[in-house]
């Protein structure tokens, strides 16, 4: 398996542009998770889905975050208008979720600049 | 959900030296995972631990579990420059993270 695959890798777009961020997560998995790092706020978790359905959204920042994932296999974030304090790098996970619990795999992240 | 607080925020050790990094929690869980971020990658998943173990082994990790004081260790044995790392953990099935601690192995 090619892990969890997210692009672009880099974007950098102007303020007031929408950015759409993409995520293919593990086959199998029915988990997915979206979540924004930066130096001052650290790892934040903005969503995250069971069997495609949002369970938590309470941390997405503000109504100008979406996120939606049409199928197992794909889930987007969208930021409009996008401003320059959403410069972050947004990183996807995925989990077969059980009771036990298994641990998560996680993309290798966007960078996001918005300038 | 709740997140974890690691503890210390930052370590300096050197090479071959062993390196312990705390965890407490304020709520009870079902398993608690350690997790490595290389400075610009995502986070790599090292270990998990269930709440009915109180010990475990990967390599040259070993994590600790103690559900009476809501805590965890992750203990690094002789340690390498590669170690160096964000380290983070998650207690429970919902990860949200904490602010991590900055692991530095001097070669």
């Known amino acids: 398996d090619a892990g969890v695959i997210q692009s672009p890798r880099h974007e950098v777009t102007e303020m007031g542009q929408e950015v759409t961020l993409r995520c293919k997560p593990i086959?199998?998995?029915?988990?997915l998770f979206w979540y924004r790092q930066t130096m001052m706020r650290g790892l934040e978790l903005l969503i995250y889905?069971?069997?495609?359905?949002?369970?938590?959204d309470s941390g997405m920042p503000e109504d100008r975050f979406s996120a939606k994932m049409p199928n197992a296999s794909f889930s987007t974030l969208k930021i409009q208008p996008s401003e320059p304090r959403d410069s972050a790098v947004y990183f996807c996970?995925?989990?077969?979720?059980?009771?036990?619990?298994?641990?998560?795999?996680f993309g290798s992240g966007t960078r996001l600049t918005v300038v | 959900s709740q997140q974890g607080e690691e503890d210390p925020q930052a370590l300096s050790i050197q090479e071959g030296e062993n390196a312990t990094m705390n965890c407490s929690y304020k709520?009870?869980?079902?398993?608690l995972q350690w997790y490595r971020q290389n400075s610009g990658r995502g986070l790599v998943h090292l270990i998990l631990?269930?709440?009915?173990?109180r010990e475990k082994h990967s390599g040259r990790l070993r994590v600790t579990l103690d559900t009476s004081k809501k805590s965890s260790s992750l203990l690094i044995t002789a340690s390498r420059a590669a170690d160096t790392a964000s380290y983070f953990c998650?207690?429970?099935?919902?990860?949200?993270f904490g602010k991590g601690i900055t692991l530095s192995v001097r070669p």
């Open positions: 996970a995925s989990s077969f979720s059980s009771p036990g619990g298994y641990g998560y795999t």
């Open positions: 086959s199998g998995h029915n988990s």
């Open positions: 889905f069971n069997n495609n359905v949002p369970i938590d």
């Open positions: 709520t009870s869980i079902n398993n």
């Open positions: 631990i269930r709440s009915n173990e």
């Open positions: 998650a207690p429970g099935g919902e990860l949200t």
